[in-house]
């Protein structure tokens, strides 16, 4: 009889994802005596054995990357054997850092996301706690840094990141936390009156807490001049006038 003879059907053999079980392998065998029988083995990507048959079949699928032999015998000939070998990209993989919003109830929260690996370029979506989409399908090139997008001007809560790189290949990052400053509070602890009418030596003391520690105060506004808080818990405020005074804080986020 003739020689045993293997062509490879070569077409699957690149896995589009990684870690994929989506390849296979066909082969079209002439010679010998007939009654073909087929094995298959080898070593995958994650380093386990593969030892598939003898099957009458010649096809083998869900196949992950790796070193492979393909084998063949006809009756009492053989086997003949083809190597060849599944390939797939590099890990398509993808990180998170969140920046905390910077005032109490403000949306400049940020979430920063760098990816790499799998197939270039990558689309990067953002999902609120209660799933909503309020980015979809942002290109890789909106930022002008190939693999890294931010998403910006978000307020405080858990977020979603999902992922594809150029082949559709999914990536998510779950629970990405956007924190903010609890709410700035202040406590009059304490006040003392004028001595005399228009001799503004009033004094009040207060009591700071929230927001982000380093807080600076002033009595005449926003414009004016701010001083630092050495003791937020015993604030005195001195030279004050008789009547209302209006105290304005800022804390370490917004100084």
Known sequence: PEELDIKLDLNNTFVICFGENAGSIDGVVTGGLGNYRYTLTGIDYMN????IGPQDDSFFGDLLAGDYTYSVTSEDCGPESVTFEIEQPIEFIASAIAEDITCNGEANGE???????????YIYSLFDSTGNALFSFVGDDQDGILGEHTFKNLFADTYRVELADAKGCPLTILDI???EPTEIETTVLSTT???CAGFSDG???????GGIPG?????????????????PT?????????????????????D
């Open 215 to 231: 807080y600076l105060w002033s009595i005449t506004g926003n414009q004016g001049r701010f001083l630092p808080v050495n003791d």
């Open 111 to 121: 979430i920063i996301v760098t990816a790499s690996g799998g197939t270039p370029n």
């Open 48 to 51: 386990n054995t593969v030892n």
């Open 203 to 209: 004094t009040a003391t207060v009591s700071i807490t």
């Open 234 to 254: 015993n604030l005195l405020i001195p030279d004050l006038p008789g009547g209302v005074t209006t105290l304005f804080i800022r804390d370490a986020g917004n």
């Open 177 to 179: 936390i956007v924190g």
């Open 193 to 195: 009156q004028e001595s």
